[in-house]
């Protein structure tokens, strides 16, 4: 199956997730892609929308190979291919760092205010689609220390091997496709155009507002 663009995907995402519909998820979007999705799939479960801040922490010389995660709480995962590649603690420590105020900076950016508590309710995170599952796994832990509901992942596309690690990381995972033979998200998707953060900043700002007119 070949999606048209991401806003079909949320929309049979969310299909897929209507049993928590009614009961005000938290859809957290891992940005910049998913935003659009979890923003209709909020709608449509009736829930409220923020993002989840992670980044990848890359190689030496690589910076697009992914060798971790970092999280909003500055907590790091590290990818399991890690000791192969024989990169130092050092650079790992100062790697972490550089990426964990990227994400200070994106929150400030994307939001102005703290990240929503996802304590005691129904979270799920939302991706476009998942190649080695390193910032959705990052995302996971994330908001199990914060002692959820309930946590689900959800998103349009992901090879088997990632959802198995997917799976011990959350309560359920949804997936609308499983490709066997999988070398990039984009090639599920006849439209697959970069989400920019002005259209991030957008979507947070429209939904935050709506939700203090509903309040």
């Known amino acids: 199956m070949l999606f048209k663009n991401r806003e079909h995907a949320a929309h049979l995402l969310a299909q897929r997730l209507t049993s928590y519909r009614g009961k005000n998820p938290l859809v957290l979007a891992i940005p910049r892609g998913a935003v659009p999705m979890a923003k209709i799939i909020a709608e449509a479960l009736g829930g409220e929308l923020d993002v989840v801040l992670v ?4 190689a ?6 992914a060798i971790g995660s970092v999280d909003e709480s500055s907590e790091v995962y590290l990818s399991e291919r890690l000791p192969e590649l024989g990169i130092g603690t050092d650079y790992i420590a100062a790697e972490a760092r550089r990426q964990f105020e990227r994400l200070q900076k994106r929150r400030s950016m994307y939001t102005l205010r703290p990240a929503i508590d996802p304590s005691g309710r ?13 910032t959705m796994i990052a995302a996971l832990r994330s908001i199990r220390t914060k002692k959820p509901e309930r946590l689900i992942a959800a998103t349009a596309v992901a090879p088997p091997r ?25 090639e599920f998707f006849k439209d697959f155009s970069q989400v920019t953060d002005e259209e991030v900043v957008e979507i947070l700002s429209r939904s935050h507002l709506n939700r203090t007119a509903e309040g």
Do not use: N, W, Y
């Open 55 to 58: 980044h990848k922490l890359g």
């Open 60 to 65: 030496p010389g690589q910076p697009e190979l």
């Open 122 to 134: 129904i979270v799920i995170v939302v991706d476009d689609g998942i190649a080695t599952g390193a």
């Open 162 to 186: 990632t959802l198995r690690r997917m799976t011990a990381e959350s309560d359920e995972v949804v997936c609308l496709q499983r490709p066997a033979e999988f070398s990039a998200v984009g």
